[in-house]
């Protein structure tokens, strides 16, 4: 049976291929700056995550999924860090995600067995140097995302995706040459960077279980980054 699932950012990255896993055999709704790459069939609703009120007008009397794409990378020691950098990070990563939710949630309560995605990082429990800004704000949607499991359990399923580095436009600077991609490969002990199907794939499982029994997880797919050391 088709869901109805909505996706904050869509047209590019681990969005887009989210998208692309389940369009087919569902009613996707993107909200997004651009709709760009978007397959025939997607809805797309003009917004802007940091500045926009979502228009609910354009979407069905219920949702099944909701995920929470855009983020950040912001990667500097922490004296070259200012005040904004951590105020930007959290608008766009937190404060954004918490007004969209807010919008959604009467939609996604209405079936009873709807499931929402978010999106931190490997750096919330692994520390690493320069993650400092990414890792607060990425660290207050994991705990933003366990407390509201467990308010809202067993209506809605809440569970949150921690990825390691992922070949996206967000990371191109760290990504933009053949070199780079092997040396950051090395990093991991799968020996390679995430692709956004790494991502899409678990979004997609968690989207599409019908009443699972998964909620209130952080799940890290990161290559083996967060959790194994092979030195």
């Known amino acids: 049976m088709s869901k109805n699932i909505l996706l904050i950012g869509g047209s590019h990255g681990i969005g887009n291929a989210i998208v692309q896993h389940m ?19 997607v809805t797309h609703i003009n917004f802007d995550a940091l500045t926009d009120e979502l228009d609910t007008t354009a979407l069905p009397e219920s949702l099944d999924g909701f995920v929470y794409c855009p983020g950040s990378i912001n990667l500097k020691p922490f004296k070259m860090l200012k005040q904004k950098h951590f105020e930007d990070d959290m608008n766009i990563n937190f404060f954004s995600m918490l007004k969209v939710t807010r919008t959604v949630l009467p939609l996604l309560t209405k079936e009873g067995t709807s499931s929402m995605v978010y999106f931190s990082t490997v750096a919330v429990g692994t520390g690493m140097p320069f993650h400092t800004s990414v890792a607060a704000a990425k660290g207050a949607i994991e705990g933003f995302a366990k407390a ?64 699972g029994w998964i909620t209130g997880q952080v799940i890290g797919v990161d290559g083996g980054k967060g959790t194994l050391n092979l030195g």
Request: zero cysteines; glycine letters at 4%.
């Open 148 to 211: 509201l499991a467990a308010e809202y359990a067993p209506t809605v399923r809440v569970n949150v995706i921690a990825p390691s580095l992922v070949d996206t436009p967000l990371a191109g600077r760290l990504l933009n040459n053949d070199a780079k991609k092997e040396k950051m490969g090395e990093m991991h002990p799968l020996k390679r960077v995430g692709t956004p199907d790494d991502i899409a794939s678990v979004a997609a499982f968690l989207l599409e279980q019908n009443t």
């Open 23 to 41: 369009y087919q055999n569902n009613n996707i709704y993107v909200a997004s700056r651009e709709n760009e790459n978007l397959p025939d069939g």
